[in-house]
C-alpha cells in the first residue's frame, strides 16, 4: 500500500511559479512510476507528466513542456513538480498518482494504469 499526498499549491499570479510536492508513505515510491494529473473545473482530468521509477524517462503534455519539470528525491520519497510560467489556464486540482512502471509507462495519460491517488491540492492562477 501507499499512501500519496500532495502539498504546495496556493494562489499565483499569471507568469509566476509554484513546486508541488507528491510525497509517499507505505512502501517506498522508488518501485513506482509517478504522475502528475489535473482537473480543471467542468473539465476532465488530464495527464500533466510522469516519471520512470529510476528518473530515466519523464513525459510530459504538450501544454506544459518547456514550463513544468517532473523530478524525483526517492531517498525523500518524493516528486516535485515544478511549475513556472504559469497561465490562468493551469488553474486546477493537481493529483500526484503512483503505479507500477510496467503498466504506466505503456501510456502514461491512462489513469486507470495508476493503483494509488493523492487527494488533490488546489493550484489558481490569476491577477
Known amino acids: 500500500q501507499v499512501q500519496l499526498v500532495e502539498s504546495g499549491g496556493g494562489l499565483v499570479q499569471p507568469g509566476g511559479s509554484l513546486r508541488l510536492s507528491c510525497a509517499a508513505s507505505g512502501s517506498g515510491l522508488n518501485y513506482y512510476a509517478i504522475g502528475w494529473f489535473r482537473q480543471a473545473p467542468g473539465k476532465e482530468r488530464e495527464g500533466v507528466s510522469c516519471?520512470?521509477?529510476?528518473?530515466?524517462?519523464?513525459y510530459y503534455a504538450d501544454s506544459v513542456k518547456g514550463r513544468f519539470t517532473i523530478s524525483r528525491d526517492n531517498a525523500k520519497n518524493t516528486v516535485y513538480l515544478q511549475m513556472n510560467s504559469l497561465k490562468p489556464e493551469d488553474t486546477a486540482v493537481y493529483y500526484c498518482a503512483a503505479g507500477p512502471s510496467t503498466q504506466v509507462l505503456r501510456s502514461w495519460v491512462l489513469e486507470y494504469e495508476y493503483d494509488y491517488w493523492g487527494q488533490g491540492t488546489q493550484v489558481t492562477v490569476s491577477s
Open positions: 516519471i520512470s521509477p529510476r528518473d530515466d524517462y519523464t
